[in-house]
């Protein structure tokens, strides 16, 4: 047997060795092999301190261009948000192609001393969602003596003006309704065909994150009104609730399934 013919034979017997232990380099696929999806991350970060020094997390999901931002518990007894949010990360970890273009930025609890104290305030009495500066601003006890009087009001100014999101999502109760400021009527018709809620204009109030980033900024803002009693509920009924329309905020214009 001349050398050529012996190695003909060895690389016969090798591919034939190979294919049988199921080694064919990945030419035919196991049709049953489970399709593993490398999980986001979620990248923490503290952006600041309220007036009782605690944390206010920001929660970034994706690493794409098109930022957009989702706060809850602005108002600190309006707390319901915050569950949500955080199963919106879950599923947001288990579909990666919700992010393959953007970055979804999460605060959980904008007021974090106010959900402490269950009020509405934060700790110094001063009404975040009337302490940004607009043009319909009013300086009071209440909404501060002039606009971002208050760490947690500042921080959220910072964040939006050096992130830049396209649009925003803020989640409230009591009130039952998607409210818009700016050029957000789009976003929230899309949202009312994913839960119960109507789109309802409750007007732009003085000095509120609507008035500066809707109407000030030109910035899409949806104020999302949940309904006193979901506070009562799970995270997972809260998002089966209203997950399909928070999911409709962050695909807008496209579809979220
Ligand atoms: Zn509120």
């Not at 050529?4 to 060795?17: H, K």
């Not at 009337?130 to 921080?155: C, H, K, T, V, W």
């Not at 649009?167 to 409230?172: F, G, K």
Request: aromatic content about 6%.
């Amino acid at each position: 047997m001349k050398l050529a013919d012996f190695s003909r034979i060895f690389v016969l017997s090798l591919s034939l060795l190979l294919s049988l232990a199921g080694c064919q380099g990945g030419q035919h696929k196991d049709p049953y092999a489970p399709v593993i999806q490398t999980p986001q991350r979620i990248f923490g970060k503290i952006l600041g301190y309220s007036v009782q020094q605690r944390p206010i997390e920001l929660l970034t999901a994706g690493t794409g261009a098109e930022v957009v931002l989702v706060i809850a518990t602005i108002h600190g007894n309006e707390e319901a948000g915050t569950p949500l949010v955080y199963e919106l990360l879950k599923v947001l970890q288990q579909r990666p192609q919700l992010l393959s273009s953007r970055s979804v930025l999460i605060v959980p609890v904008t007021n974090p001393d106010g959900m402490a104290l269950r009020t509405r305030t934060n700790a110094a009495g001063i009404d975040l969602n009337r302490n940004f500066s607009a043009p319909n601003r009013i300086n009071n006890d209440n909404y501060g003596l002039s606009g971002l009087s208050e760490p947690e009001s500042q921080i959220l100014h910072t964040l939006i003006v050096n992130r830049k999101p396209i649009r925003i999502l803020s989640i409230h109760q009591p009130l039952i309704c998607i409210d818009y400021d700016g050029p957000g009527e789009g976003i929230a018709r899309r949202m009312q065909m994913y839960c119960s809620l109507p789109v309802k204009k409750l007007g732009a109030q003085p000095g509120s994150l609507g008035s500066f980033a809707g109407v000030e900024q030109n910035i899409p803002i949806i104020t999302l009104e949940l309904k006193r009693s979901d506070s009562q509920l799970s995270a997972r009924e809260l998002w089966a609730e209203y997950g399909p329309a928070v999911l409709a905020f962050i695909t807008y214009p496209n579809w979220p399934y």
